[in-house]
């Protein structure tokens, strides 16, 4: 069984699950990998949410957060920041049903769209984004660990 659970990126749990992300990216990103720590007070609610992923046998294995952002053509604009599930926890259908939950958030919010970037490296997590209904668009932001850039309307 899975759960989640709303934390500050300065909790424990969230705090290493970020930092581990950080870490499996900079092992694996072709370059100079800059990621920058989430404050204390990045996802508050309502314009925000970082949720730990927990699981009933294996304890913590992910994470994943929404931000508010500028609006975007469609209007209230969230983006998708941390989605990171750790190696063990693979496969679990996780990742999947973190999106679920960030994009119901999102949408209690009044979210009319969902966006977010990524690395073409991360095969895995574009594949995720695309069953999850995301589609490629031109970069909005300058995020220079970022190659891909994905949106989804929220109806």
Do not use: Q
Request: hydrophobic share 40%; net charge negative; aromatic share 10%.
């Amino acid at each position: 069984m899975i759960s989640f659970r709303a934390a500050s990126p300065a909790d424990p749990d969230a705090h290493d699950l970020i930092v581990e992300y950080f870490g499996e990216r900079a092992a694996g990103f072709p370059g100079d990998y800059r990621p920058v720590l989430p404050g204390p007070d990045a996802f508050r609610e309502p314009d925000g949410v970082l949720l730990v992923i927990e699981h009933e046998e294996r304890g913590t294995i992910g994470c994943g957060a929404i931000r508010r952002i500028a609006d975007g053509p469609a209007g209230a604009r969230f983006e998708v920041k941390h989605v990171y599930t750790r190696p063990a926890a693979r496969g679990l259908g996780a990742g999947r049903l973190l999106i679920e939950e960030l994009e119901s958030r999102a949408r209690a919010w009044g979210a009319h769209e969902l966006v977010l970037d990524t690395h073409h490296t991360l095969e895995a997590a574009a594949a995720l984004y695309a069953r999850a209904g995301f589609s490629e668009i031109e970069a909005y932001n300058d995020n220079p660990n970022a190659t891909r850039w994905y949106a989804k309307t929220l109806s």
